[in-house]
């Protein structure tokens, strides 16, 4: 089993609707990460969080550290939210980044 | 403001040459990192620098090596390239380490194709 998981793999919206993507992982951690990666391949850092919620722009990310849970949240979703977001933590021993898969997101017009 | 900028974006290569990858930040960062990324896999650690002059080895050194030339420049180098090498190669940079204190910031990818 992976130490973080996350869900959908896949996601295929219409233009407008409200997205959710859910990471868990099974370690103790210092720090979450959520990434943007656009079809180009470029990688940018969206959220770094402990504990609590943050929120830019139409993109709000939760984390829930007793049930070892994060949600990544994009309103009035629209097509250039197209890509792949990556779940990542920072391992409360190590320091390293331990990654999820990514979640693909498609948003149609 | 450049970034983090790698070279080169595409490189194929045939069994058993060597080539390295080059890096460079310029938001004055203490730590670099080189990750692979394969088709349904997480980001994978090769090699990080915490900071100048020191380099450790990550989740998949085997077959790579580093350099940390200077506190802009982190090389990534394949003595002797397998196919298996194939890969998507990111470099990212940090102000500091941890990573629980700090974001990374990336280059755009190198890819690779190891005939």
């Known amino acids: 089993k992976n130490e973080v998981e996350q869900s959908p793999q896949n996601l295929t919206a219409q233009e407008g609707e409200f997205i959710t993507i859910n990471c868990s992982y099974s370690?103790?951690?210092?720090?979450l990460h959520w990434l943007q990666q656009h079809p180009g391949g470029g990688i940018v850092s969206l959220f770094m969080l402990s504990s609590g919620k943050k929120k830019h722009g139409r993109l709000i990310a939760t984390i829930n550290i007793q049930e070892k849970h994060s949600s990544l949240h994009i309103t009035a979703s629209h097509p250039r939210d197209s890509a792949v977001y990556i779940c990542a933590v920072t391992g409360d021993s190590n320091y390293q980044l331990i990654w999820g898969a990514g979640t693909k997101l498609i948003i149609k017009p | 403001n450049a970034g983090v900028t790698q070279t080169p974006k595409f490189q194929v290569l045939k069994t058993g040459q060597s080539m390295t990858l080059q890096c460079a930040q310029d938001m004055n960062h203490n730590s670099m990192y080189w990750y692979r990324q394969d088709p349904g896999m997480g980001l994978r650690l090769i090699y990080y620098?915490?900071?100048?002059?020191?380099?450790d080895k990550g989740e998949v050194p085997n077959g790579y090596n580093v350099s940390r030339l200077n506190k802009r420049e982190f090389s990534l180098r394949l003595e002797s390239a397998a196919p298996s090498q194939t890969s998507v190669y990111f470099c990212?940079?940090?102000?500091?380490?941890?990573?629980?204190?700090?974001?990374?910031?990336f280059g755009a990818g190198t890819r690779l194709s190891v005939l």
């Open positions: 370690v103790g951690i210092s720090a």
């Open positions: 990212a940079s940090s102000a500091l380490y941890p990573l629980a204190k700090n974001i990374q910031y």
């Open positions: 620098s915490a900071s100048e002059g020191t380099t």
